[in-house]
C-alpha cells in the first residue's frame, strides 16, 4: 500500500499564501488519483482538488480562482499551492491517493492550516 507524508502547513496571515505538498512511497506504482481534502472543527471532511495521473483536475468551487493543484509523477509527489488564504480555509489538510480500479482512499496524516492575524 501506499504511504502519504504532507508537509508544509502553518500559520499565515489573511491574503497569504502556503504550498502543501504529499509526497507518496511504497506501492505507487498504480495510483491514479491524489488530491486534497480538508476538514475544519465542526465541520465534515470535504473534498478540495484532486488530479489524476494523466493530469485532469477537479476542484471545489469554493477554490476554484484561489488553490492549484499540481502532481509531479517522477517525485510521486502532489502539490496544492493556496493563495489568497482566508479565515474560512482554516482546516487540517489530508492528503489522499486511490489506486487505479479502485475507489478506496488511502490517507496522509494531515497537515494544518491556519489563517488568522
Known amino acids: 500500500q501506499v504511504q502519504l507524508v504532507e508537509s508544509g502547513g502553518g500559520l499565515v496571515q489573511p491574503g497569504g499564501s502556503l504550498r502543501l505538498s504529499c509526497a507518496a512511497s511504497?506501492?505507487?506504482?498504480?495510483?491514479?488519483?491524489m488530491g486534497w481534502y480538508r476538514q475544519a472543527p465542526g465541520k465534515q471532511r470535504e473534498l478540495v482538488a484532486s488530479?489524476?495521473?494523466?493530469?485532469?483536475?477537479n476542484y471545489a468551487d469554493s477554490v476554484k480562482g484561489q488553490f492549484t493543484i499540481s502532481r509531479d509523477n517522477a517525485k510521486n509527489t502532489v502539490y496544492l499551492q493556496m493563495n489568497s488564504l482566508k479565515p474560512e480555509d482554516t482546516a487540517v489538510y489530508y492528503c489522499?491517493?486511490?489506486?487505479?480500479?479502485?475507489?478506496?482512499?488511502?490517507w496522509g496524516q494531515g497537515t494544518q492550516v491556519t489563517v488568522s492575524l
Open positions: 489522499y491517493a486511490v489506486y487505479r480500479g479502485s475507489v478506496r482512499p488511502y
Open positions: 511504497g506501492n505507487i506504482f498504480s495510483i491514479n488519483t
Open positions: 488530479i489524476t495521473s494523466s493530469g485532469s483536475t
